[in-house]
């Protein structure tokens, strides 16, 4: 059971360039979600999608889109990326009621 | 404006010792709240959650205290182990069913042997 899975794990960008970071969910959820986290800082919500076929933003979605391609999958992507952008990005998802989320292992993303 | 304050950045406590991690918070409308931790290069774990309208909530060596008057929560380990080392975030949910989760910085929990 791979529970939530992000690809890739790592990725190195120059400024400018378009990317786009992978989440699906095999535990059959309907609502996902995007953070990120800056060193010595929490998680912060960028994008989540309720269920299939919506999307709303979060705290901090300049700079990024996302995509519920279907219940499994929930893709981020940065058109143009920029330094501030360089993090670790988390997917979750979570089932219907109360939480948890569950969180993938993260992507690292550096942007020069 | 931080709404959820994790103001210890580390704590370090011996093994078989309790372990106490604060969280302060500022939205009142927090209606849930969670404790995850999180080893290096992996992703937020899921350990407790508590519902706005309990004050305690227990579950094997981890109980979470809640004090709404004084928007305070509390994660306590008891026996601390040495696996339990890790840095430890709380989160309130403040979107309503959408679960949407606002983070505090996390504590670092060292527990050594």
């Known amino acids: 059971n791979a529970g939530v899975t992000q690809t890739p794990k790592f990725q190195v960008l120059k400024t400018g360039q378009s990317m786009t970071l992978q989440c699906a969910q095999d535990?059959?959820?309907?609502?996902m979600y995007w953070y990120r986290q800056d060193p010595g800082m929490g998680l912060r919500l960028i994008y989540y999608?309720?269920?299939?076929?919506?999307?709303d933003k979060g705290e901090v979605p300049n700079g990024y889109n996302v995509s519920r391609l279907n219940k499994r999958e929930f893709s981020l992507r940065l058109e143009s990326a920029a330094p501030s952008q360089t993090s670790v990005y988390f997917c979750?998802?979570?089932?219907?009621?109360?939480?948890?989320?569950?969180f993938g292992d993260g992507t690292r993303l550096s942007i020069l | 404006d931080q709404q959820v304050k994790q103001n210890s950045p580390s704590l370090s406590v011996q093994e078989g010792r309790i372990s106490i991690l604060n969280c302060d918070y500022t939205?009142?409308?927090?209606?849930?709240f969670l404790w995850y931790k999180k080893y290096p290069a992996e992703g937020p774990t899921f350990l407790i959650s508590?519902?706005?309208?309990?004050d305690k909530n227990e579950d094997g060596r981890f109980t979470v205290f809640l004090n709404k008057s004084a928007k305070h929560l509390s994660l306590h380990i008891v026996p601390s182990q040495p696996g339990d080392s890790a840095v430890y975030f709380c989160?309130?949910?403040?979107?309503?069913?959408?679960?949407?989760?606002?983070f505090g910085k996390g504590t670092l929990l060292t527990v050594n042997p």
């Open positions: 979750a998802s979570r089932s219907t009621g109360p939480p948890p989320q569950h």
């Open positions: 508590i519902s706005s309208i309990k």
């Open positions: 999608s309720a269920s299939e076929g919506t999307t």
């Open positions: 535990m059959n959820h309907n609502s």
């Open positions: 939205n009142s409308m927090f209606d849930y």
């Open positions: 989160a309130g949910n403040s979107g309503g069913s959408n679960y949407k989760l606002t």
